[in-house]
């Protein structure tokens, strides 16, 4: 597990940078986000982390071995299924954190952690994206199908889009997560940022490398809808094919109660259980546009192809005919075609691991201490 691994050893020196302030959104469950963070506390030890909400025992023991400081929004929070309800008050929350007695501040945000207050210090982000909500997937978070919680969003969006601007001043540099959450940050702060990708797990290239696949695709994904799962579902039904669904959310029980025999949902998983199967699939699929994504490099690690949507943080990180098949449009055909490309290729399953290894921990520690060095000189 992450929170069993030695930490890298580009750790600073706990006094390179004084008391140090690392800021996360929230602490409800362990995804790439939070992996991402685990090795950002590797790299400021004794640093202090403060978050708007946390729910103990839903994050590792390393992150939760913290002095953890949360927002007033914290026994909010507790009573409350859907985060989104919350969200106009997220400014206030972020805001009223005093970090004047501290001398460095992170932040590692895809919602508000950015926009704190930094009291002048030197301040570094880590952006995993702009805010979602509020920006280009506000239909997928606010749909139609639930109007007032819509209208709602929409009045909060307007006056949240200009305070998330603004408060971007704040951020001495900008780290992003691939060149498409970068043009993003310039899009929409229209500040500069330097991209530094998360890592691979060395979990995922420790097992032996399977050369003979069963007969199955698979998908890796939380079952939301800006994810479009539903576009894999339907080109395998469609086509015949096996295809194996692992991951929750809140469209499990529509999609599983509409597939078909060769359509296989598996809910939350272990860790153990995802690896086994992506070691045996023929290919992962990726049916939408993703931020970064660390699947398609799990998938890489264990030393299959990825099909993915054509755009996105997977265009850093495969390479077509070599890692994966990439297809050009969200629909069914276009999918099947590419479908029917990885599984007519050889794939040199030795290359697929050694380009995964290539987004390793180690680099992403030297490039974060490398960007928090550059921000102290700065200053």
Same mark, same amino acid.
């Given at each position: 597990?992450?929170?069993?691994?030695?930490?890298?050893?580009?750790?600073?020196?706990?006094?390179?940078?004084?008391?140090?302030?690392?800021?996360?959104?929230?602490?409800?469950?362990?995804?790439?986000?939070?992996?991402?963070?685990?090795?950002?506390?590797?790299?400021?030890?004794?640093?202090?982390?403060?978050?708007?909400?946390?729910?103990?025992?839903?994050?590792?023991?390393?992150?939760?071995?913290?002095?953890?400081?949360?927002?007033?929004?914290?026994?909010?929070?507790?009573?409350?299924?859907?985060?989104?309800?919350?969200?106009?008050?997220?400014?206030?929350?972020?805001?009223?954190?005093?970090?004047? %007695?501290?001398?460095?501040?992170?932040?590692? @945000? #895809?919602? *508000?952690?950015?926009? $704190?207050?930094?009291?002048? !210090?030197?301040?570094?982000?880590?952006?995993?994206?702009?805010?979602?909500?509020?920006?280009?997937?506000?239909?997928?978070?606010?749909?139609?199908?639930?109007?007032?919680?819509?209208?709602?969003?929409?009045?909060?969006?307007?006056?949240?889009?200009?305070?998330?601007?603004?408060?971007?001043? %704040?951020?001495?540099?900008?780290?992003?997560? @691939? #060149?498409? *959450?970068?043009?993003? $940050?310039?899009?929409?702060? !229209?500040?500069?940022?330097?991209?530094?990708?998360?890592?691979?797990?060395?979990?995922?290239?420790?097992?032996?490398?399977?050369?003979?696949?069963?007969?199955?695709?698979?998908?890796?994904?939380?079952?939301?809808?800006?994810?479009?799962?539903?576009?894999?579902?339907?080109?395998?039904?469609?086509?015949?094919?096996?295809?194996?669904?692992?991951?929750?959310?809140?469209?499990?029980?529509?999609?599983?109660?509409?597939?078909?025999?060769?359509?296989?949902?598996?809910?939350?998983?272990?860790?153990?259980?995802?690896?086994?199967?992506?070691?045996?699939?023929?290919?992962?699929?990726?049916?939408?546009?993703?931020?970064?994504?660390?699947?398609?490099?799990?998938?890489?690690?264990?030393?299959?192809?990825?099909?993915?949507?054509?755009?996105?943080?997977?265009?850093?990180?495969?390479?077509?005919?070599?890692?994966?098949?990439?297809?050009?449009?969200?629909?069914?055909?276009?999918?099947?075609?590419?479908?029917?490309?990885?599984?007519?290729?050889?794939?040199?399953?030795?290359?697929?691991?050694?380009?995964?290894?290539?987004?390793?921990?180690?680099?992403?520690?030297?490039?974060?201490?490398?960007?928090?060095?550059?921000?102290?000189?700065?200053?």
């Amino acid at each position: 597990m992450n929170d069993e691994r030695a930490p890298s050893s580009f750790i600073l020196h706990p006094s390179s940078f004084g008391r140090v302030a690392v800021i996360h959104d929230w602490l409800t469950g362990m995804r790439g986000g939070e992996s991402v963070l685990e090795a950002i506390l590797d790299a400021v030890p004794g640093a202090d982390l403060f978050t708007l909400f946390h729910f103990p025992g839903s994050v590792s023991k390393k992150i939760e071995s913290r002095r953890i400081v949360t927002s007033f929004l914290q026994p909010v929070a507790r009573r409350v299924s859907d985060y989104r309800k919350l969200l106009p008050l997220f400014p206030a929350s972020v805001r009223a954190w005093d970090f004047s %007695g501290y001398d460095t501040v992170i932040s590692s @945000s #895809h919602c *508000v952690a950015k926009s $704190i207050d930094p009291a002048g !210090r030197p301040h570094l982000c880590y952006c995993h994206t702009p805010m979602r909500y509020i920006w280009d997937r506000f239909d997928d978070y606010f749909p139609r199908s639930r109007p007032l919680m819509r209208a709602a969003g929409r009045v909060a969006a307007a006056g949240l889009r200009t305070w998330d601007v603004e408060t971007a001043r %704040g951020v001495t540099h900008f780290l992003a997560n @691939s #060149h498409f *959450v970068r043009d993003r $940050i310039a899009k929409f702060y !229209r500040r500069d940022a330097e991209v530094v990708h998360p890592f691979v797990d060395e979990e995922f290239l420790e097992p032996p490398i399977i050369d003979r696949r069963d007969d199955f695709h698979l998908v890796v994904s939380a079952l939301v809808p800006y994810k479009n799962v539903e576009l894999a579902v339907a080109a395998c039904q469609e086509s015949g094919r096996k295809l194996v669904v692992i991951g929750g959310g809140p469209l499990l029980d529509r999609l599983s109660s509409r597939s078909s025999p060769n359509v296989r949902f598996l809910g939350s998983v272990q860790r153990s259980s995802v690896i086994d199967h992506m070691a045996r699939a023929r290919s992962l699929i990726l049916p939408g546009i993703e931020d970064f994504g660390i699947t398609p490099l799990e998938a890489m690690a264990l030393g299959t192809p990825v099909v993915a949507l054509e755009g996105g943080g997977v265009l850093d990180t495969i390479e077509p005919g070599r890692t994966g098949i990439f297809f050009d449009a969200p629909v069914v055909q276009s999918l099947q075609k590419a479908l029917g490309e990885v599984e007519a290729a050889e794939w040199d399953r030795a290359a697929l691991r050694g380009a995964a290894a290539g987004f390793s921990r180690d680099r992403f520690s030297r490039e974060l201490t490398s960007a928090l060095q550059r921000i102290q000189r700065r200053t």
